[in-house]
Nanobody, 126 residues
Framework: QVQLVESGGQLVQAGGSLRLSCAAS????????MGWFRQAPGKEREFVAG????????KYADSVKGRFTISKDNAKNTVWLQMNSLNPEDTAVYYC???????????????????WGQGTQVTVSS
């Protein structure tokens, strides 16, 4: 059974940093694109960051560009999201996603992902 398990979400003050982890099990995602999405209360799920299968290419939402960094360790089957300079608008449940196929590009559309984690809450206080 394929599982993606996020961790690292917590309450943090504005200006602070967090590092989210997403550990995959059940199959390897060594060459699969992976991404992070978030959903704030009353809002739709939105793309945050994505990384290609090899880890060579990354993309970010404009709202997090320059503050967030996505990385991938294929040997550990894990993807991370380093979040710096957090602000209250970053408050949301953050979800990890993975594509079932080997992919050389970054996937930004939620519909393209096949596997999802349960989410981890990030709350940024002002």
């Amino acid at each position: 059974q394929v599982q993606l398990v996020e961790s690292g979400g917590q309450l943090v003050q504005a200006g602070g940093s967090l590092r989210l982890s997403c550990a995959a099990s059940g199959r390897t995602f060594r060459w699969s694109a992976m991404g992070w999405f978030r959903q704030a209360p009353g809002k739709e799920r939105e793309f945050v960051a994505g990384i290609s299968g090899s880890g060579t290419y990354t993309k970010y939402a404009d709202s997090v560009k320059g503050r967030f960094t996505i990385s991938k360790d294929n040997a550990k089957n894990t993807v991370w999201l380093q979040m710096n300079s957090l602000n209250p608008e970053d408050t949301a449940v953050y979800y990890c996603a993975a594509d079932r196929e080997d992919t050389v590009v970054v996937i930004t559309s939620a519909e393209r992902y096949d596997y999802w984690g349960q989410g981890t809450q990030v709350t940024v206080s002002s």
